[in-house]
């Protein structure tokens, strides 16, 4: 969080104000020539034009000597605030943009700014609307540094310089203190304005970020049901196994003469091949295979009863044992067997 809140920047006087004070000035001067003592007359004030904002300086100083911390803290507040685009220099938009600069791959930073821009072309139109073309410009830059191609740009500067150079010659015809009194109109209307639209546009962003929670808890749901079937199928599937398990073995404790598995004499039991993935990999792990050796001594069956890694090494140790040979038996032998894996040898 910021400590310090910017202040907001001075509203430039605008240019048909100075016109009329240097105006109404010279008029005076003159009317006193002719009509008062000279010691009366008024003395035309010294009229400066403040350059208008651009690009450049659309970002107060202030907020460009911010570090990237305290920028993500002051425009998550902000937003937060409703202080989407005003007042000037503690503002969201000012604020994502000064940190786009210091964090130019920031996709959290530009998506943002995505939201605050069509908030920030309705209130450059409701700036030109009321005749504040101070306000109207600084939005117009901030727009025009966030996105210097923006659809929207070309036809805002037209109708700010358009509406403005139509407010001078209407202001001409209005007294210092009738225009004052405008100025301190437009200055209230931009208030009120820009409270409620940054509010409407709050809500609005905020009802889309409930949407988006929405989609994520209703996908949550879903996929939670999804494991929760897979986990009920593979508990069946395993509990099949065990039981025909548990049948192969009552069936092979029945057979009276049957013999063992220490009646197997093994005549060939090569190794299995080791997986070229998992070598490379240097991956290690055990295969736990039961298999039937038939009368002749060759392998009938083979199965993997637990495999560590799963499915890494099951493929090539049932390939091996289906491979072994052993002395021939009066019956069939069924056993198990746990084939190690080891890229060192």
Known sequence: MISNSFQAR?????ATLQFIAVLTAGLVLAACGKDQPAEQAAAPATATTAPAPTPATAVSSQVAAMTADQLRDAASKAYAENRLYAPAGDNAVEYYLALRDKSP??????????????M??????????????????????????????????????????AQEATAAQRAQALTAEEE???????????????????????KKLAAQQANVDKAA???AAADKAAADKAAADRQASERAAADRRAAEQRNTATAAAAPSASDLRPISMPAPKFPAEALRAGTSGSVLV??????????TAARVVKATPAR??????????RKWRFQPVSAPITTRREISFNPQG
């Open 10 to 14: 001075s509203v430039r006087r605008p």
């Open 312 to 321: 890494v090494f099951d493929r090539e140790a049932v390939n091996a044992v």
């Open 290 to 299: 039961e298999y039937t050796v038939g009368t002749d001594g060759t392998v």
């Open 217 to 219: 808890a209703d996908k």
């Open 180 to 202: 004052a009194q405008r100025q301190k109109e437009v200055e209230a209307k931009r208030l009120a304005d820009q409270k409620k639209q940054q509010e409407d546009a709050a």
């Open 120 to 161: 920030t072309v309705i209130a450059i139109e409701q700036s030109v609307n009321r005749d504040d073309f101070s306000e109207a410009k600084r939005l117009s830059a901030l727009l025009e540094k966030a996105d210097g191609q923006h659809p929207a740009l070309a036809r805002l500067k037209a109708s700010i310089a």
């Open 105 to 118: 791959a920031d996709a959290a930073v530009a998506s943002a700014l995505t939201d605050l821009l069509p």
